[in-house]
């Protein structure tokens, strides 16, 4: 009966951590190309949107998955085209992609409150009825193994392939970069495609798998923490894996105790722990021993034009 | 060019915003005249327009003074809430007292309310180099989160039917009204004066110029002894300062008390106002008479097109973007590129 009930948070941690590890997963590559997006929440949300309408229409949550790939993509494009063509500011245009995405998000998914969707199921339905140990490992939906695949291939494509050398030194100098011959702003490009493409897959995580029905603001900030959690893990994939997860555990802690009916602390005090951890692990990355952020890309935030 | 982009970007987004509605199916046209035209046509619905103006300007100027200085407060809406959090404790702890010195005795707290929250990303960025820009973020969910804790447990209102709110405040805690029975409430010229005064102080004293220095050239402001951290404290504790106003104002104007919708927005789109007006002080004042109209105009245009609320929020956001992209004509001068004989 015990193992069920660990099973059972067991899969409620990995279902909450998930989302943010994609998102900021995406987010490590685009700041290693050294671009600063603070958007993921607006992509997450214009992806999370897109995908429960779409599942919602067509009645197949694959499809669903697709167009949240699609719409994140899209989103995060207006960004790159404004910061990298345009050479405008990050952080505003950043700011102003997630004012986008809360606004276009709650205007179409307007039709679609509180309609549901059938849940994204199990990638190994026939697990499910195994022993537990076999349910905690192969229970859980593909996203959920897409993500960890995705955490190896980044870590590989960063660390030891040409490409990724090239991304980096994009991320580290990109002046230097320009003048050995690279495509500094294709790159950016590049980098940014990938990340709006799993930060809208994030999103659709909320609204496809978590809580399969619409609300408005339905990523509640989980984009803001995916962007604090590239900072914990200074810039390393597997730190990532880590952070999510942590974060995650805190997640599934408040909802645990919300269902148990805890009433030491107050629901409003329940709400308040991601954000604050969030701070507390900000805080205490910079008091580390070896600062963190001495494994900041170099040219993080910066504009480039070639000229 | 500088001054121009704001007109052109508000052209543009009249422009995109027909076609992009007439596409969703809504009379994109009237939709757009009534969200930009209207509110300013008809002299009825300028009282609202102040109403609204007011607390964006206030928070704008605040805001801009970061900005410039390369200090990205986001958590204008936290800093908001926490200033009328605070004012109301005053109100609750004065209810049924009388006299003069009430209101300004809320106004205070309220100020000091929202520089307590902004002083902790200040603190945070000074000492441990902790980004401002997701800790003044995250400060703002931990704010909302307070404010319900408050009106749903100690301070509901026990004649309240059971409502998440507190009690009403009473007329010696209420903004006067500049004239009898009108909308207009002593924040809006209070606004107008922070605007003049903020207008002073960065363009004709040493602080102001410091705070340019260091956001253009952080070199060049160490060089000439002018202190980052200095400017990162005063320009925080001066967004959390104005912001923490401008939420009592409206606690103990328009809305008179606190209840869970409190928490409207304005810290989100007071940026596109602080950039809307050229992080100018006297600019903001013109962004916010803009923005302020799009939430006139979003409430006509609900109404007469039966646009959802949420296109308010997506024209706003549409606003920024053109700006940004308009800026572009700022930094650059558009001309024939000679052909390469």
Redesign the interface.
């Known amino acids: 009966m015990t193992s069920a009930i660990l099973v059972s948070i067991l899969m409620t941690l990995v279902a909450a951590s998930t989302p943010i590890l994609l998102a900021a997963l995406g987010e490590l590559v685009v700041e290693k190309a050294g671009v600063l997006n ?1 958007g993921v929440e607006g992509v997450m949300l214009t992806g999370a949107v897109a995908g429960f309408a779409v599942a919602y229409s067509t009645g197949s949550t694959g499809a669903g998955l697709v167009a949240a790939l699609v719409a994140g993509v899209a989103t995060a494009m ?1 960004f790159a085209v ?1 910061t990298l063509s ?4 990050q ?3 950043g ?3 997630t ?2 995405g ?3 998000s ?2 179409i998914g ?1 039709g679609f409150v509180g309609r549901t969707i059938t849940r994204l199921g199990p990638a190994f339905p026939e697990a499910l009825s195994g022993h537990p140990l076999l349910r905690a490992v192969l229970g859980h939906d593909i996203v959920v193994y897409l993500s960890l695949a995705l955490v190896l291939a980044v870590s590989f494509f960063l660390n030891r392939t040409r490409p990724g050398l090239i991304l980096r030194a994009v991320g580290e100098n990109d002046a230097s970069a320009h003048a050995i011959g690279y495509r500094v702003i294709a790159i950016r490009y590049a980098a940014i495609t990938f990340g709006g493409a799993l930060a809208g897959l994030a999103g659709a995580y909320f609204s496809l798998a978590l809580t399969p029905m619409w609300a ?1 603001s339905l990523t509640a ?1 989980r984009g ?1 923490i995916a ?2 959690l590239v ?1 914990f893990a200074a810039w390393r994939p597997a730190r990532l894996l880590l952070g999510a997860y942590l974060f995650g555990a805190v997640m599934t802690a408040e909802l645990q105790f919300k269902a148990a009916g805890v009433t030491v602390l ?1 629901p ?2 329940l ?2 722990a991601p ?2 951890a ?2 507390a692990v ?2 205490m ?3 580390g021993p070896k ?1 963190g ?1 001495a494994n900041a890309p170099a040219c993080l935030g910066k504009p480039f034009s070639a000229s | 060019m500088l001054y121009a982009s704001p007109l052109i970007a508000v052209g543009l987004t009249m422009l995109i915003g027909t076609f992009v509605f007439t596409a969703m199916g809504y009379d994109g046209l009237h939709a757009v005249r009534d969200i930009f035209l209207t509110p300013f046509l008809e002299p009825q619905r300028w009282p609202d327009l102040g109403v609204k103006a007011a607390p964006l300007v206030m928070i704008a100027l605040g805001l801009a003074i970061g900005f410039r200085a390369n200090v990205w407060n986001i958590g204008a809406e936290g800093q908001y809430v926490m200033g009328a959090i605070a004012g109301t404790g005053v109100a609750l702890a004065t209810h049924g007292l009388t006299g003069w010195w009430i209101l300004p005795a809320m106004a205070l707290a309220g100020v000091i309310g929202g520089m307590a929250w902004a002083a902790i990303p200040a603190f945070l960025r000074v000492k441990l180099q902790v980004s401002e820009i997701l800790t003044s973020l995250m400060l703002t969910y931990v704010a909302v989160q307070a404010l319900y804790y408050l009106v749903r447990g100690p301070w509901k209102d026990p004649d309240g039917f059971n409502f998440p709110q507190t009690k009403m405040f009473s007329a010696a805690q209420t903004l006067p009204a500049m004239a009898e029975g009108s909308l207009v409430h002593l924040g809006i010229p209070v606004a107008l004066v922070i605007a003049l005064v903020a207008w002073l102080v960065m363009e004709k004293t040493t602080a102001g110029y410091a705070v340019k220095v260091v956001g253009l050239a952080p070199a060049a402001a160490r060089h000439g002894g002018f202190s980052a951290d200095k400017v990162t404290w005063a320009s925080l504790l001066a967004g959390g300062g104005l912001a923490g106003l401008a939420g009592l104002f409206e606690a103990a104007g328009p809305f008179g008390q606190l209840t869970p919708q409190f928490p409207t927005g304005y810290g989100f789109t007071a940026i596109i106002v602080a950039f809307l007006g050229r992080l100018n002080p006297l600019g903001i004042v013109f962004g916010g008479v803009v923005l302020a109209g799009t939430y006139v105009g979003g409430e006509i245009a609900q109404t007469t097109v039966r646009l959802p609320q949420a296109a308010t929020g997506m024209f706003q956001a549409l606003l920024l973007f053109v700006l940004l992209a308009t800026d572009v004509l700022v930094r650059y001068r558009i001309g024939w590129k000679a052909r390469a004989a």
């Open positions: 603070l207006v404004l345009l050479t405008a500011n952080v505003a245009t700011l102003a992609l004012i986008f809360i606004g276009a709650s205007l307007a408005d900030g803001w962007l604090a900072v107050p409003e005090a709400a308040m954000y604050l969030t701070i900000l805080t990355m910079s008091l600062s952020r």
